[in-house]
C-alpha cells in the first residue's frame, strides 16, 4: 500500500487530548516533509501542520497553534498529531499527505498521497 493510514481518531469531550498516527510505507516517503490537513463537513479541507523531512522545521496553522504538535519518528514511518485542549471547532476529518513540491505549506496542491482519514470529535 503506498497511501499512508490514520488512526487515532475518536470521540472526545472539550479540552481533552488526542494523538493521531500516520503510518507510511517509509520508501517513498523518506526525505519529504509531511502534512496534516482537516475537512469539516461542509468545509473546504485546510491545513493544520507541516514537519520537515528530519523533523527540524515545524509549522502551524493560527487556529492549533500552541495546542497542536506534529512529529515523526523515521524509524517506524510514522508520522504524529498531538491535539491538546481541544474544541468542537476541531471535530473534522484529519488528512496527512506527503508534501512533495516546494512551496506554500498549507497549500494542498503541494501534497500527494492522501491517506483516507480519520474522524475526530469533539463535544461541548
Known amino acids: 500500500q503506498v497511501q499512508p493510514v490514520e488512526s487515532g481518531g475518536g470521540l472526545v469531550q472539550a479540552g481533552g487530548s488526542l494523538r493521531l498516527s500516520c503510518a507510511h510505507s517509509?520508501?517513498?516517503?523518506?526525505?519529504?516533509?509531511m502534512g496534516w490537513f482537516r475537512q469539516a463537513p461542509g468545509k473546504q479541507r485546510e491545513f493544520v501542520a507541516r514537519?520537515?523531512?528530519?523533523?527540524?522545521?515545524?509549522y502551524y496553522a493560527d487556529s492549533v497553534k500552541g495546542r497542536f504538535t506534529i512529529s515523526r519518528d523515521s524509524a517506524k514511518n510514522t508520522v504524529y498529531l498531538q491535539m491538546n485542549n481541544l474544541n468542537p471547532e476541531d471535530t473534522a476529518v484529519y488528512f496527512c499527505?506527503?508534501?512533495?513540491?516546494?512551496?506554500?505549506?498549507?497549500?494542498?496542491?503541494?501534497?500527494?498521497?492522501w491517506g483516507q482519514g480519520t474522524q475526530v470529535t469533539v463535544s461541548a
Open positions: 499527505a506527503r508534501k512533495a513540491i516546494s512551496g506554500a505549506d498549507s497549500d494542498r496542491g503541494q501534497y500527494d498521497y
Open positions: 517509509g520508501r517513498i516517503f523518506s526525505g519529504y516533509a
Open positions: 514537519i520537515s523531512w528530519n523533523g527540524g522545521y515545524t
